[in-house]
């Protein structure tokens, strides 16, 4: 899994220097919210054996991801500790992320049940 996350990483900061053309200050922020996306993602899908719907977190876990995920969009969307992102470089990285954690649960799937993991 960790290789996929750093061909998405990798995918998230080429997109923002070489397709967007972010500054330097930007594209630091960008790499921020990608790692935070990106790491709610991987836990998200490593929980969990088999499908990640297959159960519910708890809520506690749900609670804290949202205030994750709130808390650095927010900060990278007013520039606040960072320069900051428009709001729809920070929305297409949560969607890009959500899309990269449903392709992730795909892969793990398929490679538990080759190794019988599952």
């Not at 500054?23 to 499908?51: C, K, M, N, P, W």
């Not at 320069?83 to 538990?112: E, N, Q, R, T």
Request: hydrophobic fraction near 60%; charged fraction near 10%; include cysteine.
């Amino acid at each position: 899994m960790g290789m996929f996350d750093l061909v998405f990483c990798v995918g998230c900061f080429s997109t923002g220097r070489f397709l967007l053309n972010l500054d330097i200050g930007a594209l630091q922020t960008l790499t921020v919210v990608t790692l935070v996306f990106s790491g709610q993602a991987v836990f998200y899908v490593a929980r969990e054996r088999q499908h990640l719907w297959s159960s519910l977190p708890g809520k506690w876990l749900i609670i804290s991801s949202v205030v994750d995920l709130t808390l650095i969009s927010f900060l990278a969307i007013n520039g606040i500790l960072m320069k900051p992102l428009a709001i729809a470089v920070v929305a297409g990285l949560f969607a890009a992320a959500i899309m990269f954690s449903f392709l992730l649960d795909s892969v793990k799937v398929v490679l538990f049940r080759r190794l019988g993991i599952a």
